[in-house]
């Protein structure tokens, strides 16, 4: 079975400041890690993800996350955060097949002038 | 990654009727899955929908009240029958390639 904890609901920065936003995962078998965003009243749109290849992974928008499996982590960063970076963020695990996609609860950001 | 075309993106329904969602791929896919987000939640998974056979539901979930439809590897209907307030959600398809998942604009749903 795989789960996903995401351990901030809501995370407030202020613009130009960096972003950190927690996951972690419990997965029986190397998973298939993932970051999706969602903009209010709009799709979900994949950020970066993780498929056993390199453990630093650059996503689009400055965005970028680490797979630590030691830690079981996947945290997504940001060096600078910028106004339009505010939105829901989900966490997502699934098996190497591409199946079983979990979702973790959301972290809502917020980023203030 | 393939795009999906979701409709319609939003509808105010009466208790008691129904509603049949469509989601189209610009590409075939061999997993579709339908999503419920209910406000400020998560995704939950309602059913993975398998072409040529029934869907597989998850628990909470069953075939009378989402009927699912995937009669090709580019298209998928979910049906909400007999709808509640309770029902008010957005529901989203999604299809899976390759470790890869895509996600339609989701259907804003509101029974009043």
């Known amino acids: 079975a795989q789960s996903v904890t995401q351990l901030d609901s809501h995370v407030s920065v202020s613009e130009g400041t960096p972003v950190l936003l927690r996951c972690n995962y419990s997965?029986?078998?190397?998973?298939?890690l993932f970051w999706y965003v969602q903009h209010p009243n709009k799709g979900l749109q994949l950020l970066l993800k993780?498929?056993?290849?390199?453990?630093l992974v650059k996503g689009i928008n400055g965005f970028e996350a680490e797979f630590k499996k030691s830690e079981t982590s996947f945290h997504l960063t940001k060096p600078s955060a910028h106004m339009s970076d505010a939105a829901e963020y989900f966490c997502?695990?699934?098996?190497?097949?591409?199946?079983?996609?979990?979702f973790g609860p959301g972290t809502r950001l917020s980023v203030l002038p | 990654s393939a795009v999906i075309s979701q409709k319609p993106s939003r509808d105010i329904c009466q208790r008691g009727t129904s509603l049949t969602i469509q989601c189209q791929v610009d590409?075939?896919?061999?997993?579709m899955f339908w999503y419920r987000q209910q406000p400020g939640q998560s995704l939950t998974l309602i059913a993975t929908?398998?072409?040529?056979?029934?869907?597989?539901?998850e628990s909470g979930f069953v075939i009378d009240k989402f009927p699912i439809s995937r009669p090709n590897l580019t298209f998928s209907t979910l049906t909400v029958s007999n709808m509640s307030p309770e029902d008010s959600s957005i529901y989203l398809c999604?299809?899976?390639?390759?470790?890869?998942?895509?996600f339609g604009q989701g259907t804003r749903l509101t029974v009043v």
């Open positions: 929908a398998n072409q040529g056979s029934e869907a597989t539901y």
């Open positions: 590409s075939q896919v061999t997993m």
């Open positions: 999604s299809g899976a390639e390759r470790t890869e998942a895509f």
């Open positions: 993780y498929t056993s290849a390199a453990t």
């Open positions: 997965s029986s078998y190397s998973p298939s």
């Open positions: 997502v695990v699934s098996d190497v097949y591409g199946q079983n996609f979990v």
